[in-house]
């Protein structure tokens, strides 16, 4: 549906976007993360025809960005960082208009229309002036108006900014029920909101995509950063070599030792090593009191891709 | 064309959804009106001539109609609005013509009323009615052309107040070219030149009320001008 080849853009000396390349297939929820500055609304705004590119191309439901704008423009709803919206505006001014442009006319645009304010919510703020609104409304009459006429292909720069935690599960839920039938990007850099709403993610820094795959491909690629932590009960002089003759620890490190326990963390080469260590300390008649294994969650990778080097995907 | 209209429509509405065209309406009424009855000590003279109405209104219009058009693109640009209506299924130019419009529009109901003027002048004595449709049709397109330089140079900053001051800078420059003053202290050559481009010089002929068709031709051509150079502004910082 979305396909983007080599793009880059630069601003003077600033490369927001370097040789970027990848793919959205209809149908499937594309969350964009990276850190502030790292080139997500840049990208965004090249596939809704508001930048032009300085090299590479991007082509939306087969029409080319740079050549077939207006065509492409038609397929896309978006809904830009912060929502902007005509402050000395009506709400249903607003989507009046916009369904007009969108050349929804007649019974139609009325129906859209009071769909729209059903869906986002807003059939309490329909009397009130844009500018009176506050800011997670603004938010949801943004989504309204990206969605009116239906878009096969939608866009979404960082929707839940400004909404309180019931909106942002409210806009979450909306946007995967949406999805179930539309290609969608979104962009965040909040992380669960990718594990809950997208069936795909691309981690962005610097303008370089580092990463790409479901959330769960993401957390695989990183299965030997997992740590388990074991607390016995005893001494480190007693229980530390019995650890280090076991072959499935690659990495121990004591990380705590007082009152008779110790506490380590322990890298292992198997992907659940709680079973081992477990009838490790049985053999050895140690007490057990903690066997955690701690999973690799998506902040942990987001925090590796994006403040080192760039790791191919 | 359709997408002309509906921006158009919008924008006309937006100039009356909040109290600045009525309090400019207001403002302008009474200044063009206090200005030609007290200044001009009309009844005094009391001659049934319009000659100092057109000789004032379009240096009014310096003023105001760079007040009228200095939010048009500028506050769009400010409030990230203009990320909205480009990325809609919109030409650039449609953007344009129909901003134009909504303020022209606008501008054109300024002028209409001030009709009344004409109308207690001439049950005060004859009146030359064809100096007047002259002069009224010299204010709408001196009026047009100076809202088509006002809507390029305020889609070239998100500051309103450097688009008021940039447009009020070009149609006065524009407007002085021409006149005598000015021309005297230039050398011969260039004297037809400057008369041919300055807006002034082409609403004093209207103004007498000989409708020469190349003072309209001029006036539209400056009127398209200055909307190709807004197309060619908003479509450099987007794509086409
Ligand atoms: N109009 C512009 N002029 C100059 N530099 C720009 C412009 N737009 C973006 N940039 C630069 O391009 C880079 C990428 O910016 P972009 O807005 O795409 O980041 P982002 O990933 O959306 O960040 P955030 O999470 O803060 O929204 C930044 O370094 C930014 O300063
Ligand atoms: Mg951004």
Not at chain 1, 213 to 239: H, M, P, R, Y
Not at chain 2, 152 to 177: D, K, P, Y
Request: net charge negative; glycine share 8%; proline share 4%.
């Amino acid at each position: 549906m979305i396909e983007v080849r080599n793009l880059t853009k630069r601003f003077g000396a600033t490369v927001a976007l370097d040789s970027v390349s990848f793919d959205v297939a209809g149908g499937e929820v594309l969350g964009l993360l990276g850190p502030n500055g790292a080139g997500k609304s840049t990208a965004l705004r090249v596939i809704t025809c508001y930048i032009p590119a300085d090299g590479g191309s991007v082509r939306v439901a087969d029409h080319d960005t740079m050549t077939q704008s207006v065509e492409v423009r038609r397929q896309i709803g978006y809904l830009p960082e912060n929502a902007p919206l005509y402050m000395d505006m009506g709400v249903i001014e607003y989507l009046e208009f916009i369904g007009k442009i969108r050349n929804l006319n007649g019974p139609r645009r009325a129906s859209r229309l009071d769909e729209m304010i059903e869906v986002c919510g807003l059939s309490r703020m329909t009397h009130r002036m844009i500018g009176t609104l506050s800011k997670g409304y603004r938010q949801r009459l943004g989504l309204a108006q990206a969605l009116i006429h239906d878009p096969p292909v939608l866009i979404l720069d960082e929707p839940t900014t400004g909404l309180d935690p019931n909106q942002i599960i409210e806009i979450r839920e909306l946007i995967k029920r949406i999805g179930e039938e539309k290609t969608i990007i979104l962009s965040t850099h909040i992380l669960p909101e990718v594990e809950t709403t997208c069936s795909r993610v691309l981690i962005i820094n610097e303008g370089r995509i580092v990463a790409s795959g479901t959330a769960e491909e993401l957390a695989g690629q990183a299965a030997g950063d997992q740590k388990t932590f074991v607390t016995f009960k005893g001494s480190a002089e007693t229980i530390e070599p019995a650890l280090r003759e076991c072959e499935i620890i690659t990495d121990l490190s004591l990380i705590e030792s007082a009152q008779g326990k110790v506490r380590y963390a322990i890298g292992s080469n198997k992907e659940e090593p709680e079973e081992t260590l477990f009838n490790l300390a049985v053999q050895n008649k140690w007490t057990l009191t903690e066997l955690r294994r701690e999973a690799v969650s998506l902040e942990q990778i987001f925090t590796r891709l994006t403040t080192q080097e760039p790791i191919e995907s | 064309m359709q997408n002309t209209l509906i921006i158009a429509g919008k924008e006309f509405r937006s100039y009356f959804g909040s109290a600045i065209a009525y309090i400019f309406l207001v403002v302008f009424l009474v200044l063009t009106s206090v200005l030609f009855f007290e200044l001009q000590k009309f009844f005094v003279v009391g001659q049934a001539t319009m000659r100092d109405f057109f000789g004032l209104v379009p240096v009014l219009f310096l003023f105001f109609i760079p007040a009228v058009s200095m939010r048009m693109w500028a506050e769009e640009r400010k409030m990230g609005t203009l990320e909205t209506l480009m990325t809609l299924p919109v030409r650039s130019w449609e953007v344009v013509t129909g901003k134009f419009l909504a303020s022209f529009l606008f501008l054109v109901m300024t002028i209409a009323l001030t009709l009344p003027l004409p109308i207690i002048i001439a049950s005060l004595g004859n009146l030359d009615t064809g100096a007047i449709i002259g002069g009224y049709l010299g204010l709408i397109l001196l009026g047009g052309s100076y809202l088509a330089i006002g809507l390029w140079t305020s889609s070239m900053t998100e500051n309103q107040i450097v688009a008021f001051i940039g447009s009020f800078v070009i149609c006065l420059v524009l407007f002085l070219v021409g006149v005598d003053i000015v021309l005297t202290s230039l050398p011969r050559w260039i004297i037809p030149f400057m008369k041919g481009l300055s807006l002034g010089s082409h609403f004093s002929s209207i103004e007498r009320g000989v409708i020469d068709s190349r003072d309209i031709i001029y006036y539209l051509s400056v009127i398209g001008f200055f909307l190709f150079l807004n197309v060619r502004s908003v479509e450099s910082s987007r794509g086409k």
